[in-house]
Each structure stands twice: as structure tokens, then as C-alpha cells.
């Protein structure tokens, strides 16, 4: 298969799970299964402590908490066991399992085409909408937006639902998109760090119906290449907090804790990193506050794991599963970040 062929990343990781790729190594068998997880030994760096290396079923990803000290998708850990690029690794998933390749990227279409899930096989569920999972960082930066999405309507009901102050709506540009790509979605416009607008992610306002995602982004945008409001946080002072999704980091931003920023998922890409580094120095510290889940709480382990060796890390741990940072009071905030609210 020639390495020209171009690869719909997306569609390969919708068509083909970890369970399946585990399987095709004759690894699954070492693998205790635990509700949704899947627990083991490390494959890649052939570890031994039965627990160190975990596989979320549903959420299609996975994390060793050992030597790798990463995670990522099946893309990633293809791509880590054969020590190959990420475009190697996706034209190896694709030999193993009859996905289809081309020999250039679709131009004219608006949705990057699917790939049909190989026979017999079950394809991954569909990931949730706050958990979608970085792509793989293959360093090409996103190009700022010619354009600007107009006549949003900011007094939807949807974003008072969710606690957001009509100063807030402004501050961050929200509304319900009409027309066009983000048709029936919020609008949330997504800067770089120089302050740029290079995309807009659509929230569907509500629960969407079955096989429609909660959120929805432009073919060939990386979220992985981004932190979510980092253009205006590293302006200012006291520790970063570092959030999960869009609304956890404006709910804090609202309640005054401005230094805040969202990886857009739960896993912390090789880009994201290096952005913190940019933006902080040994001195600093970062409070890591993802969700209470099982993604969360991977995703936390991991992060404080990786920025612990150049500056001083906190990880916040909610009492309850299923807690998020909005649903913090301005009050909790002010007690976890050191008066920083």
C-alpha cells in the first residue's frame, strides 16, 4: 500500500476498535475485563504490572500509566507498537481490516467520507460529545478562518440553560447558527493562541437524537494543535486550570477564574503540551480539573504525569462521579484555585 494514499483518520478510528486491534496482536486473551474496562500488562513497552496499561470499551481509547506514560487512539497505538508514523499506522489498520484508501484527499465535499466497517466486525460506538478524542498531532498548524459566521443568535435558551450571562454570550461569541455547516447548533468560535479564529465547533442545544453527535467540527480542523480560550488566559495571572470542555471553561471564566483553558476531550495532546510549556514556567502552577469519569480520570493521571517534571501540578478530585466544573459554585472554585476568583 503506497504511503501517498491519503487516509480519512476519522473514519478509521469510527470503523475499527481497540478490542479488534488487540485482538488482530493476540492480546485481548491477556486482558481482564472489568465492566467497560479492559486492564493489563503494557504491550508497548512489554510491561508486566497487570494494571498499568486500560482500555476504555466505549470511549474507544487508552492509556499506560507506566513507562509509555501516553494514551491516545487505535491510530496512536499502532503507531507506538510499530514505532511508525500515524499515517503508517492508519494505512496498516486499513490492510488489516478492508478499509478503503484513495489516492487524495476528498476537495469537494463538505463531510470527509466514512468507511465501511469491515464484515463481521463491530464498529466503535459513536464517541460522546464531551469526550471526543484528539487527533493524532502530525504538526501542520490550523489556518486561521477567512470568514466569520454571521447572525448568530446569542438569546437562544439553550446557553441560558446552561448558565452562561448574556456578558459571557458576548465575551466568547456564542449563538445558534441558522444556515450553512453548523445549521441548528451553537456556534463556539475557537481561537489560536495568537487570538485567531481557526474554527467553529456546533453543540446541538439539548440531548440530539440517536446517531447525532453532540458536537460537531470542520473536516481537517486539529483540536490537538488547541487550548480552548489559551488567547486570552495567558494574559492573565494565578494558576492555569486546565478543563475539559467548552462550557466547563466559560462557566469558570464567569465566575472570574479568567486563567482557565479546555483541551476540547479528556487526553492532553504532544501540541497542548508544549502550548502550556509556552505559556508557563517552574514557578507556575496548573490545576488540572477534569470531569469524574472514567475518561477523566485517565486523562488526569496522565497529564499531571507529563507537565509534573517542569512545574507544580494539582489535580482536582470531585467527591461525586459525574461531576463536571461548571456545576462548581463561585464559592468551591475560589477554595480549590487559592482565591484566585
Not at 35 to 43: A, K, V
Not at 183 to 196: D, F, L, T, V, Y
Amino acid at each position: 500500500m503506497s504511503k501517498s494514499q491519503f487516509v480519512d483518520f476519522k473514519a478509521v478510528k469510527a470503523a475499527v476498535t481497540m478490542e479488534q486491534v488487540l485482538q488482530h496482536y493476540g492480546l485481548l486473551d491477556q486482558m481482564k475485563r472489568s465492566g467497560d474496562s479492559l486492564s493489563g500488562p503494557c504491550p508497548i513497552h512489554n510491561g508486566t504490572n497487570p494494571t498499568q496499561f486500560r482500555v476504555s470499551v466505549s470511549k474507544n481509547c487508552w492509556n499506560c500509566f507506566s513507562d509509555c506514560k501516553c494514551g491516545g487512539n487505535v491510530l496512536d497505538f499502532v503507531a507506538k507498537k510499530e514505532d511508525i508514523t500515524v499515517h503508517a499506522a492508519a494505512l496498516k489498520l486499513c490492510e488489516w481490516f478492508n478499509l478503503p484508501t484513495t489516492d487524495k484527499p476528498p476537495e469537494e465535499e463538505n463531510e470527509p467520507p466514512r468507511a465501511t466497517p469491515p464484515a463481521q466486525r463491530t464498529p466503535a460506538p459513536a464517541p460522546t460529545a464531551s469526550k471526543e478524542k484528539s487527533q493524532p498531532d502530525d504538526g501542520t498548524p490550523n489556518v486561521p478562518l477567512k470568514f466569520r459566521l454571521e447572525q448568530l443568535d446569542g438569546k437562544h435558551p439553550y446557553l441560558t440553560e446552561r448558565g452562561l450571562t448574556p456578558e459571557t454570550i458576548v465575551d466568547f461569541g456564542l449563538g445558534h447558527c441558522a444556515k450553512g455547516m453548523m445549521a441548528g447548533r451553537i456556534a463556539i468560535p475557537i481561537h489560536n493562541a495568537e487570538g485567531k479564529v481557526v474554527a467553529y465547533a456546533g453543540r446541538w442545544p439539548g440531548e440530539p437524537a440517536e446517531g447525532t453527535p453532540k458536537y460537531k467540527l470542520p473536516p481537517g480542523f486539529r483540536k490537538s494543535q488547541e487550548l480552548f480560550n489559551l488567547d486570552r488566559a495567558g494574559k492573565e495571572p494565578g494558576p492555569l486550570v486546565i478543563v475539559e470542555g467548552f462550557f466547563g471553561a466559560m462557566k469558570l471564566w464567569q465566575c472570574g477564574l479568567k486563567r482557565v483553558v479546555a483541551l476540547m476531550g479528556s487526553t492532553l495532546s504532544t501540541a497542548q503540551a508544549e502550548l502550556i510549556r509556552k505559556h508557563t514556567d517552574s514557578r507556575s502552577q496548573v490545576i488540572v480539573m477534569l470531569d469524574e469519569d472514567e475518561a477523566g480520570r485517565a486523562g488526569r493521571e496522565d497529564i499531571v504525569s507529563r507537565l509534573a517534571p517542569w512545574l507544580f501540578v494539582k489535580a482536582h478530585l470531585f467527591e461525586q462521579a459525574g461531576q463536571q466544573p461548571e456545576h462548581l459554585t463561585p464559592e468551591e472554585l475560589h477554595n480549590i484555585c487559592g482565591g484566585a476568583p
